[in-house]
């Protein structure tokens, strides 16, 4: 399950809209061996395609250093789909080269709402698994889990395959 703060999640979304229609792509830095995402770091698509996208070969070995220096991993590497459902292409499958990394999608295809997935992809196996939404600025301990959309209310449900 990938256990993250609703305002990461709000920037990602943010940064998925702002490059609508282009794909938008990026990490969540956390603690070496924690397992928790704490730091949104946006990366730009060096491809600016609506249809994949790929890191500057430098901008990956600047952000990747400099989370080694701070004693980070990247916890989540997301991108968005920006016509397609939120679901990894053959493309993304191939590509993901962080075993322990959760895979956050986010689908921009409706303008008003937003498909959010997060996967696991190891040795070219795909596993979904659940997305829960920790609420820290209101709350601690008040949890909102979902799948498709953001809700203003607290619901505490896992995310299944669609």
């Not at 070995?61 to 590497?77: F, G, K, Q, Y």
């Not at 493309?91 to 895979?103: F, K, M, N, Q, S």
Request: aromatic share 6%.
């Amino acid at each position: 399950m990938l256990s993250i703060d609703r305002s990461i999640i709000d920037a990602i979304v943010a940064h998925a809209r702002r490059d609508h229609p282009d794909e938008a792509c990026g990490v969540v830095a956390g603690p070496a061996g924690s397992d928790t995402p704490t730091r949104h770091i946006p990366l730009e698509n060096a491809a600016r395609s609506t249809t994949f996208y790929l890191i500057d070969s430098m901008e990956h070995l600047r952000v990747w250093r400099e989370m080694d220096d701070r004693d980070e991993e990247a916890v989540v590497i997301y991108h968005s789909h920006t016509a397609t459902e939120a679901y990894p292409s053959r493309t993304d499958i191939t590509l993901a080269g962080e075993p322990g990394a959760h895979y956050l999608l986010v689908s921009t295809r409706e303008p008003d709402t937003e498909e959010i997935r997060s996967f696991r992809i190891v040795d070219g196996v795909v596993t979904e698994e659940p997305v829960r939404i920790v609420d820290a600025a209101v709350d601690p301990h008040a949890v909102q889990s979902y799948k498709f959309g953001q809700s203003p209310t607290a619901v505490d449900y896992e995310c299944s395959g669609a």
